[in-house]
């Protein structure tokens, strides 16, 4: 009972350790890459979804009875749909603010827009359109957020920051690195606890099966 017992309490620490783990690594090697990385906000959301839904789905397993995985699942898909940032959103990683503003402006160049400054955005003069961005130096991304204008012209905008960013080569960031040690050293976590009772699971599984 005692094996049982610590292999219960491996399989809940594994639950809420893995998902957070696996953000982490794609964190660390989103900011490891050597050019920035673009995602649609969408793509962005999506990863986080995918990454820490374990974290919702696994514990509701244990509550619901008529189709667990299936209720829970849903449950979570439909979150991601409600909860989904609209068109007109990117993030990019591993670049920082001052550099993304200037990779934006000749986006927007490039694309024939004139604009003026405003704040730390851009607007689009006689259109109502404006080009918002916000940074998270910590993680060493920028979010960017079209304000106005039709699909067709934020596609061409995806399009023009995804042209200019592939012309930028860009150092490792040191949190990247450091997401990727501790997402490492969390996936290794579970196999350490499960080690000295490798044996004794291997048996127990063996009885189960013979």
Not at 82 to 98: Q, R
Not at 112 to 137: Q, T
């Amino acid at each position: 009972m005692s094996v049982l017992a610590n292999l219960g309490l491996s399989v809940q620490i594994v639950t809420v350790v893995v998902p957070v783990a696996v953000y982490f690594l794609i964190l660390g090697l989103l900011n490891s890459r050597r050019r920035p990385q673009l995602l649609t906000g969408r793509q962005d959301f999506a990863l986080l979804i995918v990454a820490l839904s374990p974290l919702v789905i696994l514990p509701a397993m244990d509550f619901l009875r008529a189709n667990p995985l299936a209720i829970a699942a849903g449950a979570v898909a439909a979150a991601a749909i409600l909860l989904a940032p609209p068109g007109g959103t990117w993030v990019i990683y591993n670049l920082h603010a001052a550099l993304a503003r200037e990779v934006v402006a000749d986006a927007l160049k490039a694309m024939g827009m004139d604009f003026v400054v405003e704040g730390g955005g851009f607007r689009l003069p006689g259109r109502d359109i404006r080009v918002e961005l916000n940074s998270f130096s910590l993680l060493r991304n920028v979010s960017i957020r079209l304000r106005g204008g039709s699909s067709e012209l934020s596609r061409s905008f995806h399009e023009a920051l995804s042209r200019r960013l592939a012309e930028i080569s860009v150092p490792a960031h040191v949190m990247g690195v450091s997401l990727l040690l501790v997402a490492t050293a969390m996936l290794a976590a579970p196999l350490v606890l499960l080690a000295g009772d490798v044996p004794e699971i291997v048996r127990v599984i063996s009885d189960l099966l013979y």
